[in-house]
C-alpha cells in the first residue's frame, strides 16, 4: 500500500533527543526550544517567536491574548479544520464563518467585508495548502474595521507572499509541525507574534501566566502569578526533534516541490481536457508543496477515484466537512449554505505526499489516475 503520509526523519533526531535528555534540562524553554525560536525570527521576520506543542495551542494563546470573549464575534473560512475556530469558540465568541473562493479553497476575501458588524473583533485566515490568501486585501480591511488579523499559518511553512513569510504578515500567526505537516515534531506548534503589543504578554501566556520566562533571563528576582495562561510550552525533547528538522528544512522542501511538480505535470491533460481541476497558485504567493489536491467534478466522481486508488494500493482522502455544518456549530446556530465550501467538502482528494515517495510509486500512483479517466 502506498500510504497517505509517511513521517520524515533526517537521521539526528535522537541523537539531539539524548543531548537534550542529559542536558539537565528536560523541561522547556531550554537551548533546543532558544535555538528554533531564534530560526525562525531570524529566517521569516517574526518579532517573536514562542514553541506550542500544537498549532491548536498558538491559536488558544491568540485568542488569550486578544482577550477574545463572549461579546466578541471571530470571522473564520468554513473549510478549515476544526481548530481554526474552536481555539476562540472555546473563550465564548461567535464564530462566523466565511465562504471559499470559487476555484480555491482560500477564503474569499471580497465576501468578508458583509460580514463585518461592531462585534468583530478579529479575521482568521487560513492559507491553503501553504498558499496564500491575499494579505494586502485582508490587512487593508483590518485596517479599515479596526479587527486583529489571526494567520493560521499551520501548513504554510517556508511560504510567502510578495516575497514576505506567511506568519510575518497578520498581528499573530500559527504554525503546527503535526506529523503530516512539512516539517514535524510528532505534536507541535509556534506561536510567531508580529505586533509588539503583544510580546511581554505572550510569555507570560505561555508559563502558566507568570513572568517566569522574565525571572530565567534574570530580568526580575522572582516570578509569580500576574495574569491567564496556561502550560503551553512544549518540552526540550519536542524541540529537539524539530531542530534535527528545522536543519535539513531547504532539503525537505525542495524534495516536496519536485513530488508536487511531478504530480502537476502527470496529470496537466486531465486539466486541460476539463475532466477533474489541479491546484492554482496565484502570483502573489509561493507554493510550500504542503499538499497536492484534486478537485474532482462531483462527491460520485471522488468517491469512485478514491475506492479506484484504494483497489491499487493508493491511500487518498478528503478532508475539511464544512466547520458551519458541523454537529457542534449546528447545536447553537442555524444551517447555512457556503456553497463553494461545500463544493470542496464534497469534491477535494489528497493524494500521497511525502518525503519519501519515490518516483515509481509517483508514476503508479499518476498512470492509475489516468486510467480511471480513461
Ligand atoms: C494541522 C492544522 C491545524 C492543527 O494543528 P495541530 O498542530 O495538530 O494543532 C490547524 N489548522 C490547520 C489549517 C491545519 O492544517
Not at 498558538?58 to 488569550?64: F, I, R, W, Y
Not at 493508493?314 to 465550501?341: G, M, Q, R
Not at 503508479?364 to 480511471?372: M, P
Amino acid at each position: 500500500m502506498i500510504p497517505f503520509n509517511k513521517p520524515f526523519l533526517t537521521g539526528k533526531e535522537t541523537l539531539y533527543i539524548e543531548q537534550a535528555v542529559h542536558s539537565g534540562k528536560i523541561s522547556g524553554n531550554g537551548g533546543f526550544t532558544q535555538k528554533c525560536q531564534s530560526f525562525f525570527e531570524e529566517k521569516y521576520g517574526f518579532k517573536k517567536a514562542l514553541l506550542t506543542t500544537s498549532c491548536t495551542d498558538a491559536l488558544e494563546m491568540c485568542a488569550l491574548l486578544i482577550d477574545c470573549s463572549y461579546n466578541d464575534e471571530i470571522i473564520v473560512p468554513s473549510y478549515t479544520f476544526v481548530s481554526s475556530a474552536l481555539a476562540f469558540a472555546r473563550q465564548g465568541a461567535q464564530i462566523v464563518f466565511a465562504d471559499s473562493e470559487e476555484f480555491h479553497p482560500n477564503v474569499d476575501v471580497k465576501k468578508i467585508e458583509a460580514l463585518i458588524t461592531n462585534r468583530t473583533k478579529a479575521i482568521v485566515v487560513v492559507h491553503y495548502a501553504g498558499v496564500a490568501v491575499d494579505m494586502d486585501e485582508i490587512m487593508q480591511l483590518a485596517q479599515k474595521f479596526n479587527l486583529i488579523v489571526i494567520e493560521d499559518a499551520a501548513q504554510a511553512i517556508d511560504s510567502y507572499y510578495k516575497g514576505k513569510a506567511l506568519g510575518s504578515i497578520g498581528h499573530l500567526a500559527a504554525f503546527s509541525f503535526h506529523e503530516t505537516k512539512n516539517i514535524i515534531a510528532g505534536e507541535g506548534g509556534l506561536l510567531a507574534i508580529n505586533d509588539d503589543k503583544y510580546i511581554s504578554r505572550s510569555e507570560i501566556i505561555w508559563e502558566k501566566g507568570t513572568n517566569r520566562a522574565a525571572h530565567f533571563r534574570g530580568e526580575i528576582d522572582k516570578y509569580s502569578w500576574v495574569d491567564t495562561g496556561s502550560s503551553f510550552l512544549p518540552s526540550e525533547i519536542t524541540a529537539a526533534f524539530l531542530w534535527a528538522q528545522l536543519e535539513n528544512l531547504e532539503t525537505i522542501q525542495n524534495k516536496r516541490k519536485a513530488i508536487w511538480d511531478y504530480y502537476f505535470n502527470g496529470l496537466k491533460s486531465l486539466h486541460e481536457s476539463g475532466k477533474l481541476k489541479l491546484p492554482q497558485v496565484p502570483d502573489y504567493a509561493s507554493n510550500n508543496a504542503h499538499m497536492f489536491y484534486l478537485i474532482c467534478d462531483s462527491l460520485a466522481t471522488r468517491s469512485s477515484l478514491i475506492e479506484y486508488l484504494k483497489e491499487t494500493n493508493i491511500h487518498a482522502v478528503f478532508h475539511y466537512l464544512s466547520l458551519n455544518k458541523s454537529e457542534f456549530f449546528l447545536k447553537n446556530n442555524k444551517e447555512e449554505s457556503l456553497p463553494n465550501a461545500d463544493h470542496f467538502t464534497d469534491t477535494l482528494v489528497r493524494l500521497p505526499l511525502y518525503f519519501g515517495l519515490g518516483i515509481t510509486e509517483q508514476k503508479k500512483i499518476i498512470k492509475t489516475i489516468l486510467d480511471f479517466y480513461a
